[in-house]
């Protein structure tokens, strides 16, 4: 200020010590005026430097100013740099924010007071089928058509979450999307959504599962209890109550592998993988398999199935042995089962040209239509009801084969045609192959 005032004195003195010179009195005062007006003039000429730069606020110029101006502009650029500063790390601290939310595998939006979509993350926008960027600003009862939606969010009590129809990753798999809306602020909305399809899948499986099985045991139970009744309530001959015994104990064995099925499956899904742990030889495997086939075959057909057991090189395989033969055990058992007396069925490891080795049961029997094909391994599917009954199947086999297949890193595999046998198929990977080496 003292500066300010020391330039103005001497604009003034200057101006009046010329007046002084070249006149009189009233000169030196009408040169103090001017000196005056001129030293306004350039004051105000820096004072509007300064205002243009601070229009701009561009800190990387300099304007040319003096005395307090120079001041001021010094002050007020200090005060822009840490102004600068601190939108620069409350906008990566946003960044980072919006980085973890984008991030997140629930789906996230934001809503404005009238329920206008603020911001959306990817999440979200794949499992409602918004567009993040053009959506914005969109209301979302405009996007989201479900009516259980429109209720929800129109009643105001979101302290339940629902569920709606979603965008699947395949349109033609329909997703489940469970949404929940949380207030905040000024009647401002986030929104969570989650992708609970496959949540939905397992409790529809689980439930279809346990009335399955129900099923499967209600059916022997109830023929069971009839006879037990019977028995205790009607005097019966000694050859009916032989009969009747007889039927009750195959009820009970229909039970028992129902539940010796149910067992294997149970440890399969819950034991650890076989690692690459002991080698067995093929014909090892082989040998008790087809034995137990054809005592099988000699039981249930007349004549009895020609078995045919193909062998090619000796190698072995490395797995669980147990496993392994309940799966073979499966197949060979089937193909007796569902293959018409006297039919023949060929059977065998063999080394395919790529290294995996393929155990293989090939039957001339009814063969499998191609709609069944892909569902064979669900669990209690079966095309021929009546037959696997009669047979005492429990719909179990192929799923327990499919399992150990696929626990030993290997493939299961079907072809078939109506009318012309079928083959199936287990096939190990080569890190599961070795030849055996001859002594
Ligand atoms: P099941 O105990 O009923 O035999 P599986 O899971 O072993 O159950 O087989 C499922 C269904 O596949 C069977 O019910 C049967 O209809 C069909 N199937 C299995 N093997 C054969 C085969 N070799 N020939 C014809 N159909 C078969």
């Known amino acids: 200020m003292t500066q300010r005032l020391m330039e103005l004195l001497l604009f003034v003195a200057l101006a009046s010590a010329w007046g002084l010179m070249h006149a009189s009195a009233g000169w030196a005062v009408a040169g103090a005026l001017a000196g005056a007006l001129l030293w306004s003039l350039l004051d105000g000429l820096r004072a509007r ?69 603020e911001w959306v993350n990817l999440t979200a926008a794949h499992q409602l089928g918004f567009d993040q960027q053009k959506d914005v600003g969109q209301y979302i009862q405009n996007l989201v058509r479900s009516p259980i939606f429109k209720t929800y969010i129109s009643g105001g009590d979101f302290s339940t979450e629902i569920q709606i129809g979603g965008i699947g990753a395949r349109p ?47 059916t022997p139970l109830t023929v069971l209890s009839g006879f037990v009744e019977t028995l205790q309530h009607i005097p019966v001959t000694e050859t009916d109550r032989n009969i009747y015994l007889g039927m009750m104990s195959q009820q009970a064995q229909r039970m028992q592998m129902l539940v010796s099925d149910l067992l294997t499956l149970s440890r399969l899904e819950g034991s650890p993988a076989p690692g690459p ?52 055990s499966n197949l060979l058992s089937n193909a007796v ?21 393929e155990f293989f049961v090939e039957d001339s029997g009814p063969g499998i239509a191609a709609e069944h094909l892909p569902r064979l391994t669900e669990r209690f599917y079966r095309v021929d009801r009546s037959r696997s009954r009669e047979t005492g199947g429990t719909g179990l086999g192929l799923a327990i084969v499919k399992h150990v297949a696929q626990r030993h890193g290997g ?24 030849e055996n080496i001859p002594s």
Do not use: C
């Open 411 to 434: 493939q299961f595999n079907v072809t078939s045609k109506t009318g012309q046998g079928s083959t199936f198929s287990i096939a190990l990977p080569p890190s599961r192959v070795r």
């Open 337 to 357: 089962r569902y293959t018409p007396a006297g039919g023949s069925i060929r059977t065998g490891w063999h080394l395919r040209p790529d290294g995996w080795a």
């Open 49 to 117: 430097r300064l205002l243009k730069w601070l229009a701009t606020a561009d800190t990387s110029q300099t304007p040319k100013l003096r005395g307090m101006w120079a001041e001021l502009y010094v002050r007020s650029q200090k005060v822009l740099k840490n102004l600068e500063r601190k939108i620069q790390s409350s906008d990566a601290r946003l960044a980072n924010f919006l980085a973890a939310i984008q991030a997140s595998p629930n789906g996230v939006i934001l809503l404005d007071a009238d329920g206008r979509i």
């Open 172 to 218: 033609s798999v329909p997703s489940k999307i469970s949404v929940q809306i949380h207030p905040y602020g000024h009647k401002r909305k986030l929104m969570l959504t989650r992708d609970v399809t496959a949540v939905e899948l397992a409790d529809t499986m689980r439930r279809d599962f346990v009335a399955n099985v129900s099923h499967e045991i209600r």
């Open 277 to 328: 742990g002991d080698w067995i030889d093929t014909d090892e495997l082989m040998a008790p398999a087809v034995e137990e086939t054809r005592a099988l075959s000699t039981v249930i057909a007349q004549p009895p199935h020609e078995i045919t057991q193909v062998a090619e090189t000796a190698f072995s395989i490395s797995g669980n042995k147990s496993e392994l033969h309940s799966a073979m």
